[in-house]
């Protein structure tokens, strides 16, 4: 289905009051009114809530969490910075795992499987995931989804069907 995704996003921010909680300030800026993207709506909105509520819990009710929309020709970028505990470099290589956990992060509740799933939503709708962190400093995740994510399951087949259907004219 087709949606906005920057009301979209500014919907779940508000009505999930992830910021509240802890007294977040949410800072939401973005180039762009509006955009209208092809994607799994369902998956999306799991992903955000889930860096979302990452950020927020892993830093201080008094900082600010910033979420941030580009545009850029066919796919749009979503950037979600916390100013928290930041990952320690040394396991910053081993964040997607199932069930890992940074050792800095052990006195805060969490099964760590939440960026796991994330990371599996955000290929299924074609679009990669990443993050840039300081330790005690802060942490940047973005997503990269394809605007129009097409359905791809069988170009080879269908790229053998025009050849034999082409050979078959001549
Ligand atoms: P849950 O499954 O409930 O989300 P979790 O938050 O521990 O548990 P993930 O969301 O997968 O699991 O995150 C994995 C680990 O990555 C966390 O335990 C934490 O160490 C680190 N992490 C994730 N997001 C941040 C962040 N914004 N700032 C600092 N560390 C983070
Ligand atoms: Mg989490």
Same mark, same amino acid.
């Given at each position: 289905?087709?949606?906005?995704?920057?009301?979209?996003?500014?919907?779940?921010?508000?009505?999930?009051?992830?910021?509240?909680?802890?007294?977040?300030?949410?800072?939401?800026?973005?180039?762009?009114?509006?955009?209208?993207?092809?994607?799994?709506?369902?998956?999306?909105?799991?992903?955000?809530?889930?860096?979302?509520?990452?950020?927020?819990?892993?830093?201080?009710?008094?900082?600010?969490?910033?979420?941030?929309?580009?545009?850029?020709?066919?796919?749009? $970028?979503?950037?979600? =910075?916390?100013?928290? *505990?930041?990952? @320690?470099? +040394?396991?910053?290589?081993?964040? /997607?795992?199932?069930?890992?956990?940074?050792?800095?992060?052990?006195?805060?509740?969490?099964?760590?499987?939440?960026?796991?799933?994330?990371?599996?939503?955000?290929?299924?709708?074609?679009?990669?995931?990443?993050?840039?962190?300081? $330790?005690?400093?802060? =942490?940047?995740?973005? *997503?990269?989804? @394809?605007? +129009?994510?097409?359905?791809?399951? /069988?170009?080879?087949?269908?790229?053998?069907?025009?050849?034999?259907?082409?050979?078959?004219?001549?």
């Amino acid at each position: 289905e087709d949606f906005d995704i920057v009301y979209f996003t500014k919907t779940i921010i508000e009505e999930n009051k992830i910021g509240l909680k802890k007294g977040h300030k949410i800072c939401f800026s973005t180039t762009i009114k509006s955009l209208f993207v092809h994607l799994d709506i369902k998956l999306l909105r799991h992903i955000i809530i889930n860096l979302l509520s990452n950020a927020s819990k892993y830093s201080e009710g008094n900082t600010t969490i910033g979420f941030n929309i580009v545009h850029n020709q066919d796919k749009v $970028l979503i950037q979600i =910075t916390d100013q928290g *505990i930041g990952i @320690p470099e +040394e396991e910053q290589g081993r964040l /997607f795992e199932r069930f890992f956990r940074a050792k800095n992060a052990n006195n805060i509740e969490g099964t760590g499987l939440g960026l796991n799933i994330a990371k599996h939503y955000t290929e299924l709708m074609g679009g990669t995931i990443g993050y840039k962190s300081r $330790l005690n400093v802060g =942490t940047t995740f973005w *997503i990269e989804l @394809p605007i +129009e994510n097409r359905i791809m399951r /069988f170009p080879f087949i269908e790229k053998q069907k025009v050849k034999f259907f082409n050979e078959k004219n001549i």
